[in-house]
């Protein structure tokens, strides 16, 4: 599940971000800032040939790497920060909406269970990706707590019918 997906389940369970937030500002901003500077590598990349020190190419190795983990420290944050959001709104709904399950609600409960059970599979594909993120497994947990919550009160709605 990448940043846009989880952007479209915010919107279907209706938090609508601000483009322009101060964290999504800063994601984009260093992945423009990182494509400009990956765009004069590969021009210098180009004029390598067979004088070109090993030396030099190492170098260039190792500013590429660390662009790339500028990325990933980026859109981990970004995608942290996605999660809590959901993690929050699923909450409202496991705690809130347990009382009230009319027709309308059971099917909005019912596309947030599935919104909850693809990030549940999609984000333990990513455990190499999250790695040893403490914060990440235990919104995870949550996630999967109150999609638990929601199962068993749509559950109670269907005995009632």
């Not at 423009?32 to 020190?53: A, D, M, P, Y």
């Not at 170098?59 to 790497?65: F, G, I, M, N, T």
């Not at 999660?83 to 347990?98: D, E, G, P």
């Amino acid at each position: 599940m990448d940043v846009e997906e989880l952007l479209k389940c915010l919107e279907t369970l209706g938090i609508h971000l601000n483009t322009k937030s101060d964290i999504q500002g800063s994601y984009l901003g260093v992945l423009e800032e990182v494509s400009i500077k990956i765009q004069k590598v590969s021009r210098n990349l180009n004029g390598f040939n067979e004088t070109t020190s090993a030396i030099e190419i190492q170098c260039y190795e190792r500013y590429l790497s660390s662009l790339s983990l500028l990325i990933i420290r980026e859109n981990t944050s970004y995608v942290m920060h996605l999660l809590r959001l959901l993690q929050k709104r699923i909450k409202f709904y496991a705690k809130f909406c347990c009382h009230r399950i009319s027709k309308e609600n059971y099917e909005k409960i019912i596309g947030i269970i599935k919104i909850c059970k693809r990030i549940e599979n999609d984000m333990r594909h990513k455990k190499s990706y999250f790695g040893e993120n403490h914060d990440f497994w235990i919104l995870l947990y949550r996630i999967i707590k109150y999609e638990n919550i929601l199962r068993i009160q749509c559950g109670m709605y269907l005995d009632n019918e």
